[in-house]
């Protein structure tokens, strides 16, 4: 299973960007999906997941209420719509995949994305 997100981009605070995860593989749509991120200096964090069907979420209490993940099957993609940002949020963000997804650890994901950069300025 091979990932690309994009969407990411430079943007003020309070403002709002959608990321998106594609794939190629015909399995992604059996996996749940994760969304984590990595700031300068700082370890990879979990952000948000969804289940391979899309009924179900979970996040990071640093975003809950502002960004929300969903994801198009059909078009073997996951998105993550990022509102009211924040200059903490700024960082790369990666998605990841695997049969032993919807968990917030990373070693949970087998696969993972090359990483999209969110800068959040002032």
């Known amino acids: 299973v091979q990932l690309q997100a994009s969407g990411g981009g430079s943007v003020q605070a309070g403002g709002s960007l959608r990321l998106s995860c594609a794939s190629s593989?015909?399995?992604?749509?059996?996996?749940?999906v994760g969304w984590f991120r990595q700031a300068p200096g700082k370890e990879r964090e979990f952000v948000a997941t969804?289940?391979?069907?899309?009924?179900?979420?979970y996040y990071a209490d640093s975003v809950r209420g502002r960004f929300t993940i969903s994801r198009d099957n059909a078009k073997n993609t996951v998105y993550l719509q990022m509102n009211s940002l924040e200059l903490e949020d700024t960082a790369v963000y990666y998605c990841?995949?695997?049969?032993?997804?919807?968990?917030?650890?990373?070693?949970?994901?087998?696969?993972w994305g090359q990483g999209t950069l969110v800068t959040v300025s002032s």
């Open positions: 990841a995949s695997g049969p032993g997804g919807f968990s917030v650890p990373t070693w949970s994901y087998d696969y």
């Open positions: 593989g015909r399995a992604f749509s059996s996996y749940p």
């Open positions: 969804i289940t391979s069907n899309g009924d179900t979420t």
